[in-house]
C-alpha cells in the first residue's frame, strides 16, 4: 500500500465520493447500527454509522476531514479490533491492493457480525467494455490483470455473496479508472490520471504512446465518431461489481 503515499496526495481533489454510488453502497449496507471501513482512504463512502476507518497511508490519512469517523493505521490482514466487532465491515476499491487476501477477508469475516460489502471490479468486463484501456493503453491491461482478484475467487473466500452491478455515471464525481468514460478528454489531465492506480503504477513512459494517440483523435474527432454511441448514454456497466455477504 506504499503507492498510496505517492498517488494518495491527489485524492482530495480528483477522488469526492458520487452520491449515485454512494446510495447504492449505503443500501447494501442496509440497517446496520455500526460499520467499519477497512482500506477507508480519505473516507468516500463511509456512511454515518461509520465507528472506525482502517487505513495503511498516513497521506491517505491526513486527507480525511475533522467530520470523518475516527480511523487508524493499520491493514486489512491484521485488523486492531476484537471478534464480531460491527455490524457491517466495507471495503470500497481496496482488495486489489492487499498482500495477502485471504488473510484480508478472513479478518473481515472475523470482525463482521452480520454483513460484509465490497466494491470491486471484473476485470474480464473491464477490459473489454472500457474503450481507453482496449484501445488506447491495453498495457495497463496487462497490469491488473496480474493485480485484479476474480469476482470468483472473492466469492469463494467470502463464502458467498450477491453481486451487483455498478452503473458508472457520466459525470462521475468519483475519479476512479472508468470515471471519465464521457469525458475522455479527463485522462489528458496528470492529474487525473494520478488519482488512478492504474496509470499512476504504469508510469508516465508506458502511458504516453496511446495517450498521444487519443488526443490526436480527440483533436481529429476519431474517438468521437467511433464512440458515439455511448455520447447518448447516462451511464454504463463497465464491470464495476458490489459484492454483499451475509453472516
Given at each position: 500500500?506504499a503507492?498510496?503515499?505517492t498517488l494518495?496526495?491527489t ?12 446510495a447504492?453502497i449505503?443500501?447494501?449496507l ?5 460499520v467499519v471501513?477497512v ?9 454515518p454509522g461509520t465507528?472506525l ?5 498516513h ?9 470523518s ?7 486489512a490482514?491484521r ?7 460491527a ?15 485471504e488473510?484480508g477477508?478472513a479478518?473481515?469475516r472475523r470482525v ?6 465490497i466494491l470491486?471490479w ?5 477490459r473489454?467494455r ?7 493503453l491495453p498495457?495497463?491491461v496487462?497490469l491488473?490483470?496480474v493485480r485484479?482478484v476474480p ?20 459525470d462521475?464525481?468519483?475519479?476512479f479508472?472508468?470515471?471519465y468514460?464521457r469525458r475522455p478528454?479527463?485522462y489528458?489531465?496528470?492529474q487525473?490520471?494520478a488519482?488512478?492506480s492504474?496509470?499512476a503504477q ?5 502511458l504516453?504512446?496511446?495517450l ?7 483533436a481529429t474527432g476519431?474517438?468521437?465518431?467511433r464512440?458515439?454511441d455511448?455520447?447518448?448514454l447516462?451511464?454504463v456497466?463497465?464491470g ?8
Amino acid at each position: 500500500m506504499a503507492i498510496y503515499d505517492t498517488l494518495g496526495a491527489t485524492y482530495g481533489r480528483t477522488r469526492q465520493p458520487d452520491p449515485r454510488i454512494a446510495a447504492q453502497i449505503h443500501a447494501a449496507l442496509g440497517d446496520a447500527a455500526d460499520v467499519v471501513n477497512v482500506g477507508a482512504g480519505t473516507g468516500s463512502y463511509e456512511p454515518p454509522g461509520t465507528v472506525l476507518a482502517i487505513e495503511p497511508s498516513h497521506v491517505m490519512l491526513a486527507q480525511r476531514t475533522p467530520r470523518s469517523a475516527p480511523a487508524v493505521c493499520a491493514v486489512a490482514e491484521r485488523l486492531p479490533l476484537h471478534d464480531d466487532a460491527a455490524d457491517a465491515v466495507l471495503a470500497v476499491l481496496t482488495v486489489h491492493h492487499w498482500t495477502d487476501l485471504e488473510a484480508g477477508i478472513a479478518e473481515l469475516r472475523r470482525v463482521a457480525r452480520r454483513r460484509i460489502v465490497i466494491l470491486t471490479w471484473d476485470q474480464p468486463v473491464f477490459r473489454e467494455r472500457f474503450w481507453l484501456v482496449r484501445e488506447y493503453l491495453p498495457h495497463t491491461v496487462a497490469l491488473d490483470d496480474v493485480r485484479a482478484v476474480p469476482i470468483d475467487r472473492l466469492v469463494a473466500l467470502l463464502g458467498g455473496a450477491r453481486r451487483e452491478q455498478v452503473l458508472v455515471p457520466h459525470d462521475c464525481t468519483d475519479g476512479f479508472g472508468a470515471a471519465y468514460w464521457r469525458r475522455p478528454h479527463a485522462y489528458l489531465d496528470p492529474q487525473v490520471r494520478a488519482g488512478i492506480s492504474m496509470f499512476a503504477q504504469a508510469g508516465e513512459d508506458v502511458l504516453a504512446p496511446g495517450l498521444a494517440r487519443l488526443d490526436e483523435d480527440l483533436a481529429t474527432g476519431r474517438w468521437h465518431s467511433r464512440h458515439a454511441d455511448l455520447l447518448t448514454l447516462d451511464s454504463v456497466d463497465v464491470g464495476y461489481r458490489l459484492l454483499v455477504t451475509d453472516l
